[in-house]
Every structure is written in structure tokens, then in C-alpha cells.
């Protein structure tokens, strides 16, 4: 069983910059695919960000140049840099991870991702 344990979060300004980070327990982490989603109270859980086995990313549109998504594989650890923030980017952050073979696609489905860590709250203030 794999533990994601994110932290991070906090409240920041309109405009600010915030960095949240994930921890695994899996011992097959540097093959993983690695994503964030975020879920804002009243609404559906969205895909923000993800993070294939090589390095390579794909993002929901309203974060694309704002947000950045990365992995350190000798920490077991996926990040998301958060710029620009905006008041609707509140939400709770969940991290997500799947195993995933070289030629996998980018998974953006929640039902695509075996394990969940419990979230980390980010609110941003106008």
C-alpha cells in the first residue's frame, strides 16, 4: 500500500506564490505517473497537473504558465509551484499516483490513479 502525505498549503494573496509537495511511500516511485487534482467546495474534483515517468507534463488549460508541476525521484516527492494565484484556484489539492509503463499516456482522470493522499487547502484571497 503507497501513502501520499501533501503539505504546503496555506492562505496567499491574489497575485501570490505557493508551493505544495507530496511524499510517497511507494518503492516503484521514479516509474510512477504523478498528477495533482483539486477539488473546491461545491464542485467536482478537477485535474490541474501531471507528471509522466520521464519528466514530461501536461496541465489543465487555466494553469497552464501560472503553475509547474515536477518531481524529485531521490526524494519520492512531486511538487506544484503555484504563481500567480487567483482567488479561483481555492480549493483542497490532492496528489495522485499511479504505476505506468514508458510509452504510457498522460492520465487526467481521477480513475485513472490508484492511490490518493488526503489533500493539502489552499485558499487565495482578492
Known amino acids: 500500500q503507497v501513502q501520499l502525505l501533501e503539505s504546503g498549503g496555506g492562505m496567499v494573496q491574489a497575485g501570490g506564490s505557493l508551493r505544495i509537495s507530496c511524499v510517497s511511500s511507494?518503492?516503484?516511485?521514479?516509474?510512477?505517473?504523478l498528477a495533482w487534482f483539486r477539488q473546491a467546495p461545491g464542485k467536482e474534483r478537477e485535474f490541474v497537473a501531471t507528471i509522466h515517468r520521464t519528466g514530461s507534463t501536461y496541465y489543465l488549460d487555466s494553469v497552464k504558465g501560472r503553475f509547474t508541476i515536477s518531481r524529485d525521484n531521490a526524494k519520492k516527492t512531486v511538487y506544484l509551484q503555484m504563481d500567480s494565484l487567483k482567488p479561483e484556484d481555492t480549493a483542497l489539492y490532492s496528489c495522485?499516483?499511479?504505476?505506468?509503463?514508458?510509452?504510457?499516456?498522460?492520465?487526467?482522470?481521477?480513475?485513472?490513479?490508484?492511490?490518493w493522499g488526503h489533500g493539502t487547502q489552499v485558499t487565495v484571497s482578492s
Open positions: 511507494g518503492r516503484t516511485f521514479s516509474r510512477d505517473a
Open positions: 495522485a499516483s499511479r504505476d505506468a509503463i514508458l510509452t504510457a499516456p498522460y492520465y487526467t482522470s481521477g480513475n485513472d490513479y490508484r492511490y
